[in-house]
């Protein structure tokens, strides 16, 4: 009786050991983790993928220097072409036109920033067209520029994640959950490039000359904007509540640069809220946007270091009562 026992117990030994083998080859051979696109940035628990192509570069530069909207960059118009060539002024006089009737936002931007152009109107498409010759040869030398700086945003990864860890707390929401689309484009001249975040999509400019270090500190004032989006709303109640002249960008830039140039600068960027707010007008958008983050600056900070519920909330009753003391001594000004 005893020898069958042990002969059972022998196959179940088997048995268990050809069923672990298995497992084991079955996790060998089975799929494997899906990698990581190789334009996507870890910066902790943030991803950025970042975007460069011919059709992003070239409707940036158009939209840039069609100047329709008193956001556009003005250094953009080195770039813009002889008030002589007819059919080019004609171009960027349509595009502003019809970029005015569909704002930002609309999805333009990430038609072309994102999906080459694929879903754009035949005018829009003929509008590029005209002018890519003219500008194809100045947007070929922000390729290696977009290198360095995604090269330069891999190098401070590790300060960037605790920098969005400090912003996400700061807000109260959770990482998200796909990269965000940051889209790197060439800008004349040379210093900090500027940025922008509509659409969906964050763009950074990278001047053409020069170093790239300087322009981190867009891609953290424009990972601000992207990181606080889905608190939008509050901040557009906060703003009606308030008036005063605040609406949800004039509160948003606020925070976003008391945080960066404010207190994240890189390079050149050191003390450029204090610069920008001498060579703006008080009555001037950027003018306001400085001047009201130069006076939250202090609340932002303590909020970023040691965040806390409804840090945010407090951060916009201060933007409030910065703008009250902004409106008055505007109005008293000679």
Known sequence: ????????????????????????????SGPSAPETPSNVVALGDV???????????????VDQISAWSPFCHSQ????????????ATDALQRHAELRRE???GSGIERTFYLEDGAN??????????????????????????????????????????RFSKNVLAFVEVPPPRDPIPMVFVPSPGRGVGGGGANGGVVVVEIPEEGGVKSTLTTVAHELVHALMKPRLPELTEAAARCGHGLDQTVEGEAIAYAIAPGILAYGESAGA?????????RDSSYGRFVRLAIAIRPLVREMLQRPRHDALRAVLDATCEAAKEYEWSTADQP
Not at 47 to 61: K, P, Q, Y
């Open 1 to 28: 009786m005893g020898t069958p026992a042990k002969a059972s117990h022998a196959i179940h030994r088997r048995a268990r050991a050809g069923l672990l083998i298995g497992l084991v080859a079955c996790a060998r």
């Open 47 to 61: 991803r950025v993928a970042v975007h460069t192509s011919h059709t992003a570069n070239l409707f940036h530069a």
């Open 76 to 87: 953009y118009s080195k770039w813009a072409p002889s008030l002589d060539d007819k059919e």
């Open 102 to 104: 569909k704002g930002w």
């Open 120 to 161: 754009a109107s035949e005018e829009e498409k003929r509008i590029l067209h005209v002018l890519s010759f003219r500008l194809d040869d100045k947007l070929k030398r922000g390729d290696a520029q977009a290198k360095k700086l995604e090269d330069a945003l891999r190098g401070e990864s590790a300060a960037f994640a």
């Open 273 to 281: 809220l204090e610069r920008q707010r001498d060579r703006n007008a």
